[in-house]
Nanobody, 120 residues
């Protein structure tokens, strides 16, 4: 089993920044693909960014390229999402996923989610 705990969400003004964290634990946590997803009210959950433990490659949705950065800390089993130049349309519940599929369509394990609200 894998346990994921997100933190770092909150209210921020347009143009501001936030950093989300996802701390993982469990016997099979290491060497897998981890992703950040988000779900806005009335919309389906969508892929935002991901990182593969095996080769450190990172992946981004077009809507966040150049603004968001995903990174990892192996020693802490933690993945981060640095979000800059935030826009109101970035408002959503952000979820961390572990053991995600090759094209980031789904993950085997999920955190509880953290709310990000971008508003003036």
């Amino acid at each position: 089993q894998v346990q994921l705990v997100e933190s770092g969400g909150g209210l921020v003004q347009p143009g501001g920044s936030l950093r989300l964290s996802c701390a993982g634990s469990g016997s099979i946590f290491s060497l897998n693909a981890m992703g950040w997803y988000r779900q806005a009210p009335g919309k389906e959950r969508e892929f935002v960014a991901g990182v593969r433990w095996s080769n450190s490659n990172t992946y981004y949705a077009d809507s966040v390229k150049g603004r968001f950065t995903v990174s990892r800390d192996n020693a802490k089993n933690t993945v981060y999402l640095q979000m800059n130049s935030l826009k109101p349309e970035d408002t959503a519940v952000y979820y961390c996923g572990s053991h995600c599929t090759l094209r980031w369509g789904n993950c085997d394990y999920w955190g509880q989610g953290t709310q990000v609200t971008v508003s003036s």
